[in-house]
């Protein structure tokens, strides 16, 4: 069974960092396409970006430049990383297998950017 599992979220001020990470279980994550997508508060899912299988990406535009997309293939891991981060960064975020309906979602990781 596909299990992804997000951790590293938390409260942080404007303009600070924070990693996410995910777990991933169930399926050979290294041949698998990964996106990060996130849900704030009142609004619907959006995708964050997306990694290749290699390590090539892809950003929303509110992501570039700020958040980097990383795996490891070796340890079955998803990375995040956020800076600069915003107010309406807010939102729990959720990692996922691209395309997205190859797996549940999980119950992401909060993340509140608050001064």
């Known amino acids: 069974q596909v299990q992804l599992v997000e951790s590293g979220g938390g409260l942080v001020q404007p303009g600070g960092s924070l990693r996410l990470s995910c777990a991933a279980s169930g399926f050979t994550f290294s041949q698998s396409y990964m996106g990060w997508y996130r849900q704030p508060p009142g609004k619907q899912r959006e995708l964050v970006g997306v990694?290749?299988?290699?390590?090539?990406?892809t950003y929303a535009d509110f992501a570039k430049g700020r958040f980097t997309i990383s795996r490891d293939n070796v340890k079955n891991m998803l990375y995040l990383q956020m800076n600069s981060l915003k107010f309406e960064d807010t939102a729990v975020y959720y990692c996922?297998?691209?395309?997205?309906?190859?797996?549940?979602w999980g119950q992401g990781t909060q993340v509140t950017v608050s001064s």
């Open positions: 990694i290749n299988t290699i390590g090539g990406t």
């Open positions: 996922s297998r691209i395309p997205s309906t190859l797996s549940l």
